[in-house]
Nanobody, 118 residues
Framework: VQLQASGGGLVQPGGSLRLSCVAS????????MGWFRQAPGKEREFVGA????????YYAASVKGRFTISRDDAGNTVYLQMNSLKPEDTAVYYC????????????WGQGTLVTVSS
């Protein structure tokens, strides 16, 4: 499966952005879909994920209550709605996919840059 993330940009603190991740090659209904981010000089970290076929969604503590993941399996697209953005949310955001029985994310998009700054 190939993943293409988009929607990043420059936003002021307190603002919102919605990232999209479009999958091609295979339907994502049998894949867990995750979002990760990597800030400059830091390791990549988990942001949140949605389980396959409309299952549960879970988030890192740092974004819980501010970020929401949704998926449109018919459109092979996963979204990351980011509200109340903070400067520390600045990072390159990646979407990833893993087969629902797998423990590792084996498919990654190219990343989209989110910059939160006034």
């Amino acid at each position: 499966v190939q993943l293409q993330a988009s929607g990043g940009g420059l936003v002021q603190p307190g603002g919102s952005l919605r990232l999209s991740c479009v999958a091609s090659g295979r339907t994502v209904s049998n894949y867990d879909m995750g979002w990760f981010r990597q800030a400059p000089g830091k390791e990549r970290e988990f942001v949140g994920a949605t389980r396959w076929s409309g299952g549960s969604t879970y988030y890192a503590a740092s974004v819980k209550g501010r970020f929401t993941i949704s998926r449109d399996d018919a459109g092979n697209t996963v979204y990351l709605q980011m509200n109340s953005l903070k400067p520390e949310d600045t990072a390159v955001y990646y979407c990833a996919a893993r087969w629902f029985t797998s423990n590792e994310y084996g498919y990654w998009g190219q990343g989209t840059l989110v910059t939160v700054s006034s």
